[in-house]
T-cell receptor
Framework: NAGVTQTPKFQVLKTGQSMTLQCAQDMNHEYMSWYRQDPGMGLRLIHYSVGAGITDQGEVPNGYNVSRSTTEDFPLRLLSAAPSQTSVYFC??????????FGSGTRLTVV | DAKTTQPPSMDCAEGRAANLPCNHSTISGNEYVYWYRQIHSQGPQYIIHGLKNNETNEMASLIITEDRKSSTLILPHATLRDTAVYYCIVRVVTLPGTASKLTFGTGTRLQVTL
């Protein structure tokens, strides 16, 4: 089915470890973005991309890196995991005027 | 993006219409109104959007006041599966820098009961 695929679904990291959250979309959407959601809160934007090779920071970018080498993929890298990065991470894609399609999320715990 | 105000929670009986209000009194002329919902811990789901005319799709109807300062999302026959947090978001879609991101508030938690 067409949509946004996120992997892994669950991950436990130790403080200081690095990892990459994968996100892929097969709808040829121009825009992609990463959000985090902490318990009882709305989603907050981490990074976003308006096309291949173009990325920008959102509301909470510290501790995360992104790249957009292809239209389909938008990985999120945690450079040195901290307990404050324990959260649920959602990737999304959209076209300019259309609704967003979100992935099912990655639940990350940093111990 | 303009700020929105929604009630924190609402209840609705199954089979009845659920009317979810949203205030966006500072909305600009080029900002659209979008509605999303998040069921339990799933990814948010797009519902509907509009600029100034009322809109309807298979999921819901969107009523925007003539001055565009508020809107109402209507779920015509709510079911238990509609229990979720509903987010009202306003944004400009004509520029890549704003079309590519959403600003979420805390939304309205709709509880549909038997």
């Amino acid at each position: 089915n067409a949509g946004v695929t996120q992997t892994p679904k669950f991950q436990v990291l130790k403080t200081g470890q690095s990892m990459t959250l994968q996100c892929a979309q097969d709808m040829n959407h121009e825009y992609m973005s990463w959000y985090r959601q902490d318990p009882g809160m709305g989603l907050r934007l981490i990074h976003y991309s308006v096309g291949a090779g173009i990325t920008d920071q959102g509301e909470v970018p510290n501790g995360y890196n992104v790249s957009r080498s292809t239209t389909e993929d938008f990985p999120l890298r945690l450079l040195s995991a901290a307990p404050s990065q324990t959260s649920v991470y959602f990737c999304a894609s959209n076209d300019r005027g259309g609704g967003y399609t979100f992935g099912s999320g990655t639940r990350l715990t940093v111990v | 993006d303009a700020k929105t105000t929604q009630p924190p929670s609402m209840d609705c009986a199954e089979g009845r219409a659920a009317n979810l209000p949203c205030n966006h009194s500072t909305i600009s002329g080029n900002e659209y109104v979008y509605w999303y919902r998040q069921i339990h811990s799933q990814g948010p789901q797009y519902i509907i959007h509009g600029l100034k005319n009322n809109e309807t799709n298979e999921m819901a109807s969107l009523i925007i006041t003539e001055d565009r300062k508020s809107s109402t999302l209507i779920l015509p026959h709510a079911t238990l599966r509609d229990t979720a947090v509903y987010y009202c978001i306003v944004r400009v879609v004509t520029l890549p820098g704003t079309a590519s991101k959403l600003t979420f508030g805390t939304g309205t938690r709709l509880q549909v009961t038997l």
